[in-house]
């Protein structure tokens, strides 16, 4: 089975910085993009950023482009996501998930990890 573990929440500071990591198995990694996301209770889960099956293409939403940085290891079946610069906003459950290369469109996300909470204080 499919699994989407995520790892290194917790409580920070304005300012401070956190690294997520996401160790996915029961596929096979490389065909996969991977993604992060965030959901704030009472909000829509919000997209936060993106990367190709290679590692080479990323994307980013707005409000956090230039803090934070997606990357992936296929030889460890692992993507992070390093988050500087935190603000209280950043605030949320973030959630790793798991997309088929190869589709055209919009992504589909196909698989999710249970998520690991974000607090920064002010």
């Known amino acids: 089975q499919v699994q989407l573990v995520e790892s290194g929440g917790g409580l920070v500071q304005a300012g401070g910085s956190l690294r997520l990591s996401c160790a996915a198995s029961g596929l096979t990694f490389r065909r996969y993009a991977m993604g992060w996301f965030r959901q704030t209770p009472g909000k829509e889960r919000e997209f936060v950023a993106a990367?190709?099956?290679?590692?080479?293409?990323?994307y980013y939403a707005d409000s956090v482009k230039g803090r934070f940085t997606i990357s992936r290891d296929n030889a460890k079946n692992t993507v992070y996501l390093q988050m500087n610069s935190l603000k209280p906003e950043d605030t949320a459950v973030y959630y790793c998930?798991?997309?088929?290369?190869?589709?055209?469109?919009?992504?589909?996300?196909?698989?999710w990890g249970q998520g690991t909470q974000v607090t920064v204080s002010s």
């Open positions: 990367i190709d099956w290679s590692g080479i293409s990323t």
């Open positions: 998930a798991a997309a088929p290369s190869g589709l055209a469109g919009t992504p589909r996300y196909d698989y």
